[in-house]
């Protein structure tokens, strides 16, 4: 018996950028994700200013999905996708993102796509922005630095929430807003298109990018209400519960910072107000940010209707010895090992538990219906003598996930909307650029170097998620 909703949304999450290719194709204008380098399991991709000849750029033509979507929709529908998770790339509606009128060759693609899915029964999953803004924005306006950015997304949102009113209903308005909280080189660039430079201060800059990116989202949320009141908008959170590495209070207040640090972007777009210890924070610091009486009026109005997240590890923390009375360490905080979890090939810890931890958690402090729009294992594959990839353990590490889920559901009486595996078919990874760390149920034909034939064939686990799905995840 199945211990899921009827109409549970079961599906499989993409981004264009890391799948489309067609990078200069339709009238596509170039995006940040177009001037990241392939990197790999010890070396970061390296963000080039433009393109420079000679430099391998994988998501120019990542897996061709824009030359193979009738194809590959049929191998979705195949698969038995009740929804299909990917993106809207920002540079084929708005090349430059500062036009007036947008590209109808770029609406043109995604009107096709959506059409070819719904008459599969696949309901599309849109995020408005993953990692994927116009690159000239960058150059000409320093990315979200600018408070012009909120004019330009809302005009982008604007244009396809229109156009397709009827055709998608669930939406997403950033992706892992909160990746930049860590602030990274890559999370600042990828969520915020900034590049930081020698006389700025990373952390306030990023609260500023962060900030308008919510008012942006905030104003999309309440606009696609007035477009279409049937209209399911969400924000999206990158989830990684962090523990404390013992049991000394210290160490939880710690965990319980870093969570704060971690999500107060989530606070902003379900509750509608920063929380009251990073109000704090920013008089304490003396942080001089640009957040009007009008930000946070749209705030307010502006709240999620579900929360959309990725879920793939969990982490651990600790007090150090000098640790500040806020126990903020920003850009700093000691990853330590979890003597508990085994880790992916990349490092990652796999803690199927923490899966149920995070969506109580989101439960409890928001109320609000959840979605797993990510979660899966990136992991090398290999073709057995059979010639077929047998992914037994992409298979354990879903399943596992897929368990903890339906505790949640059945036991917990967790609101949830779907689950969709991140990579469902194998792209580029956003993290290192790579081929060779693949997701997929379905496997491409195509390496780190860039070479192979595009083909595309179903793994083991194709066939595993194709009874989950038939059985409403009572079958795994
Ligand atoms: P990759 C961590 C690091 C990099 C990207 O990641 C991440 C995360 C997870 O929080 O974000 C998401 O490809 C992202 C996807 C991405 C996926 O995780 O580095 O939304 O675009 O591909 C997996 O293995």
Same mark, same amino acid.
């Given at each position: ?10 599906? #499989? ?107 599969? #029964? ?70 915020? #298109? ?12 990023? !609260? ?97 209707? !579900? ?123 956003? #993290? ?10 379905? !496997? ?33």
């Amino acid at each position: 018996m199945s211990k899921l909703p009827n109409g549970f949304l079961w599906g #499989g999450a993409v981004a264009a950028h890391q799948f489309e290719g067609g990078w200069n194709k339709g009238g596509k204008g170039l995006s940040i994700a177009d001037v990241m380098t392939a990197g790999s399991n010890t070396q970061a991709r390296e963000i080039t200013d433009g393109l420079v000849p000679g430099k391998n750029y994988p998501n120019h033509e990542a897996i061709d999905f824009y030359d193979h979507f009738h194809e590959d929709v049929q191998l979705f529908a195949d698969l038995g996708l009740k929804c299909f998770r990917t993106s809207i790339a920002w540079t084929r509606i708005f090349p430059n993102g500062d036009e007036n009128e947008p590209n109808e060759a770029g609406l043109k693609f995604y009107d096709d796509l959506f059409d070819d899915l719904l008459a599969h #029964g696949i309901e599309p999953v849109i995020t408005l922005s993953h990692f994927e803004m116009p690159y000239h924005l960058v150059k000409e306006y320093g990315g979200w630095r600018n408070r012009e950015m909120i004019r330009f997304f809302v005009k982008f949102a604007r244009v396809v929430l229109e156009r397709y009113r009827n055709k998608v209903k669930y939406w997403m308005t950033f992706n892992e807003i909160n990746n930049q909280t860590g602030l990274n080189e890559w999370g600042l660039f990828t969520n915020s #298109g900034i590049k930081i430079t020698a006389d700025e201060d990373a952390e306030k800059l990023m !609260y500023q990018a962060a900030h308008y990116e919510t008012v942006a989202s905030a104003l999309v949320v309440k606009m696609g209400h007035e477009i279409n009141p049937e209209f399911k908008i969400g924000c999206m959170m990158a989830m990684g519960p962090t523990y404390p590495a013992t049991p000394a209070p210290q160490d939880v207040m710690k965990a319980e910072r870093t969570m704060q640090a971690g999500y107060w972007l989530a606070d902003i777009q379900c509750k509608g107000k920063y929380p009251n210890w990073l109000k704090r924070y920013f008089e304490r610091h003396h942080f001089a940010l640009d957040i009007t009486e009008a930000d946070l009026n749209i705030l307010a109005v502006g709240t999620v209707d !579900y929360i959309g997240f990725s879920y793939y590890a969990s982490h651990v923390t600790k007090t150090t010895d000098n640790e500040p009375d806020d126990y903020m360490t920003p850009g700093q905080n000691p990853e330590v090992k979890n003597p508990a979890l085994e880790r992916s090939d990349w490092g990652w810890e796999i803690d199927p538990v923490g899966l149920r931890y995070a969506l109580n958690w989101f439960s409890d402090r928001y109320d609000l219906p959840l979605f797993i729009v990510e979660n899966g294992l990136g992991a090398f594959d290999e073709k057995d003598a059979d010639g077929k990839i047998h992914d037994d353990y992409r298979i354990d590490y879903l399943r596992k996930h897929i368990e903890q889920m339906e505790l949640a559901v059945d036991v917990d009486g967790v609101q949830l909307m779907g689950y969709t595996p991140w990579g469902f078919i194998d792209l580029v990874s956003a #993290g290192t650029g790579q081929m060779d760390k693949r997701y997929g149920l379905i !496997y491409v034909d195509k390496n780190d170097a860039g070479v192979g034939t595009l083909k595309r064939e179903k793994k083991l686990s194709f066939d595993w998620f194709k009874k989950v799905i038939a059985t409403n995840g009572a079958d795994l």
